[in-house]
């Protein structure tokens, strides 16, 4: 089995193209390329990450295809105002748990204009978790864990996202020191940099993973909280 040597300047050249073209046929004349440069090498990022991953959820969902652990590049473009077909980054996605794949929390990676983004936790709560989000928020204990440990998390340069509501939601306690994060509607730990060197090289594996180590615990408090 092939094994995982890095992303190429190929890779970041292919969706700078998109950007520019962001067309069917200019895709399809480029299709070669996609597959080449971007589809395979993330094939075998994505079964190098996952017995790294393993390591710290044991759980871990690392599948190597389009609509598993690798984000479709086709947008949906029914409901928006914009209409290009493609999104012109590449994402993976390594989820734990049972419930349909972006529903769980999990370890992100995108790519795109010549920056790294990861990001841990859950982008978006599904509407059957956020009243079992806020409760635990609520919670003493878990809501004082959560609030100790995106301290942590901020202090060592990851920023803290999901804020999304103005105001504490109608029936819980807007003077809880945690009371902040009451107004998320998903969290995660995120971290951007321009393209490491490690990029080009297997060594991007490892480099993703020290990021990953430090930001397990709101992943681990959101397996805990909402199974």
Excluded at 2 to 17: D, I, R, V, Y
Excluded at 79 to 102: A, E, I, Q
């Amino acid at each position: 089995m092939p094994k995982f040597e890095g992303f190429s300047k190929e890779t970041l050249a292919f969706f700078a193209g998109l950007k520019k073209n962001n067309s069917s046929a200019w895709f399809n004349e480029h299709r070669a390329e996609y597959e080449r440069f971007v589809k395979k090498p993330t094939q075998l990022f994505v079964q190098a990450m996952e017995e790294p991953l393993m390591l710290l959820d044991s759980g871990i969902n690392a599948v190597p295809k389009v609509n598993h652990s690798i984000f479709r590049l086709n947008r949906d473009t029914r409901f928006s105002n914009d209409k290009t077909p493609y999104k012109t980054n590449l994402g993976v996605w390594f989820w734990s748990g049972v419930r349909p794949r972006m529903e769980c929390s999990g370890f992100y990676l995108q790519v795109e204009n010549g920056e790294v983004m990861l990001g841990t936790g859950i982008y978006m709560f599904p509407r059957q978790l956020i009243g079992v989000y806020r409760d635990a928020v609520a919670d003493p204990k878990k809501g004082a864990l959560l609030a100790k440990l995106a301290a942590k998390l901020e202090k060592d340069g990851y920023g803290i996202g999901g804020e999304y509501y103005k105001k504490v939601p109608a029936g819980y306690d807007k003077e809880l020191p945690q009371a902040r994060f009451l107004r998320y509607n998903g969290i995660y730990a995120g971290f951007e940099t321009k393209v490491p060197k490690e990029f080009y090289s297997g060594a991007f594996v490892d480099w993703c993973f020290i990021h990953f180590r430090k930001t397990l615990p709101l992943h681990q408090w959101l397996k805990d909280t909402l199974g």
